[in-house]
């Protein structure tokens, strides 16, 4: 063997390399569905962020007669001002059902998407968490957990795709009863005002981060995707913050985070999460450890950090349709197969 060769790590021994046990968690905000589907859903129907919530779905009419400057930047704050007076109880309801409605009807594109590929490239052991109200996480989950093993979803903002049986505490697909009391699973609430978002007074959400919050503490990697870190999201930061823990405790793990703000923004956002060098940012999803080293972040992870080897990508065929996709996958998902039955 030469020199090179023993201080490399070829494509071939990367996807024949399971070692990685804990989970790397991805999270995600509304810029990475935006990213996703940066031409709309399936139907051409654009996708909003905060900052033009109203435009995009159409507000304009229903709050026009409330008083409110709808012309903020964050929707969340013409929420928290409906929710606080009573007498806008009426137009806070309608305008409930109307969000609701806008993204329970989003369809996911025929064509693999980034969600496709970003499911496709974490293992059973990951997790991809978002904080968005679409479905597209769940509806391409459905279409390619047929033939692979994909990372556990949590909705930390509940979740139009999703039901919840409360007396029972038992979660599914909208539309599907509880499993056990067989009732219908009802909808998640998924608006709360800014000053009120006591995640632990909604039995499922509260579930949610307590699991968020596990896997954090064993993460080897976290990936934020697209996620601006409101400030209206003071409280879920510093759930965040108080399960990653202190980062001077945090020597080897590593924050990466996907996103079009300058590197200086993102490292000012995340400072809490980022341990001196151990971080990078990208501003395309495909030059992430994800999309370069898929279903083997964690091998890719141990022998360029821990072993200190020069790896090579193996980056996803992001041309491919779904036939093409899922034989390339094949070839990774067959060694995990053969790892967990020897």
């Given amino acids: 063997m030469s020199k090179q060769e023993t201080y490399t790590i070829s494509v071939e021994q990367e996807i024949q390399h399971i070692e990685m046990d ?28 905060m900052n033009n ?32 007076d009573a007498a806008h109880r009426k137009t806070r309801e309608e305008l409930e059902k109307v969000i609701y409605e806008f993204f329970f009807r989003l369809e996911i594109t025929s064509e693999p998407t980034i969600y496709d590929h970003l499911l496709l490239s ?90 968020l919050e596990e896997q954090l503490r064993n993460a080897f990697m976290i990936t934020i995707f697209g996620y601006g870190a409101p400030k209206s999201d003071v409280q879920a930061i510093e759930l965040m913050k108080s399960a990653w823990g202190e980062v001077t405790q945090r020597d080897m793990e590593q924050t990466e985070i996907i996103d079009i703000r300058s590197e200086d923004d993102l490292c000012s ?5 980022i341990n001196t060098n151990h971080y990078e940012t990208h501003s395309d999803f495909y030059d992430s450890w994800i999309s370069k ?37 094949d070839r990774l998902m067959q060694v995990e197969e053969f790892h967990e039955n020897t």
Avoid: M
């Avoid at 804990?22 to 654009?46: E, R, T």
């Avoid at 779905?57 to 928290?80: A, H, M, R, V, W």
């Avoid at 509806?139 to 930390?156: E, H, I, M, V």
């Fill in 22 to 49: 804990q989970p790397h968690v991805v999270i995600l905000g509304a810029g990475a569905s935006c990213a996703a589907f940066p031409n709309g859903d399936k139907n051409d129907v654009k996708l909003p962020l």
């Fill in 53 to 84: 919530f109203v435009d995009i779905l159409g507000l304009k009419d229903l709050l026009s007669g409330t008083g409110i400057d709808f012309k903020t930047e964050n929707f969340e704050e013409i929420y928290s001002q409906l929710h606080q």
């Fill in 122 to 211: 974490l293992r059973e052991k990951d997790y991809v968490v978002t904080f968005n109200w679409d479905s597209f996480l769940l509806q391409a989950g459905r279409r390619n957990s047929r033939r692979f093993k994909l990372p556990r979803l949590l909705f930390l903002h509940g979740n139009v795709g999703v039901g919840y049986c409360e007396k029972d505490k038992v979660a599914g697909l909208i539309g599907n009863n509880c499993s056990k009391c067989g009732g219908a699973l009802a909808p998640i609430q998924f608006l709360y005002p800014i000053a009120e978002k006591n995640y632990h007074l909604n039995g499922f959400i509260s579930l949610q981060w307590k699991e």
């Fill in 269 to 273: 956002t995340w400072e809490p999460f």
């Fill in 293 to 329: 080293h898929p279903r083997r972040t964690g091998e890719a992870y141990i022998n360029q950090y821990k072993n200190s080897k020069f790896i090579y990508d193996n980056p996803v065929p992001k041309e491919f349709g779904f036939t093409e996709l899922w034989d390339w996958y």
